[in-house]
C-alpha cells in the first residue's frame, strides 16, 4: 500500500539551503530536522566564538571553527554558504585580517537567515 507523502513546510522565497540534498544525506525527515534544528541552534555560539578569534588574531582558533562551520553548512546542503566560508577559511590561514573581517560580516548575516529558515522547519 502507498503511504503517504510526510507534509514538510513550504519553502521560503530564497532558501539558503538545499532541504532535499541535505534530507538524502540524513536519510530520515526527523534526523534531518533535529539536526538542522541544533546546528541552528548552535549558530549564535559559532558566531560569537569566530567573532572573538577574529577580534583577538586568534588565527588557527578561527581557521578551526571556521573549518567546523564549512563542514555544517555541507551537511544542510547550504553550498553557497560553505563556498562562503571557505573563502573565510583561507583568510584565516593567511592571517588576512582585513579579508577574514570583510568576510565574516557578509557571512554572519547570510548565517543569521540560514538560522531562521533552519528553525521554521
Known sequence: MHQPAVARP??????????????????????????????????????????????????????????SLKSNCAAMGAEELRGQVYMLERACANADASAANSLFLVLRDELRALRQELLAL
Open 10 to 67: 513550504i519553502p521560503m522565497s530564497r532558501l539558503l539551503h538545499d532541504m532535499e540534498a541535505a534530507l538524502d544525506r540524513m536519510g530520515s525527515w526527523d534526523l534531518y530536522v533535529d539536526i538542522a534544528r541544533a546546528f541552528a541552534d548552535s549558530l549564535p555560539e559559532t558566531e560569537a566564538s569566530i567573532a572573538a578569534a577574529l577580534e583577538k588574531a586568534a588565527w588557527s582558533d578561527a581557521r578551526r571553527l571556521v573549518h
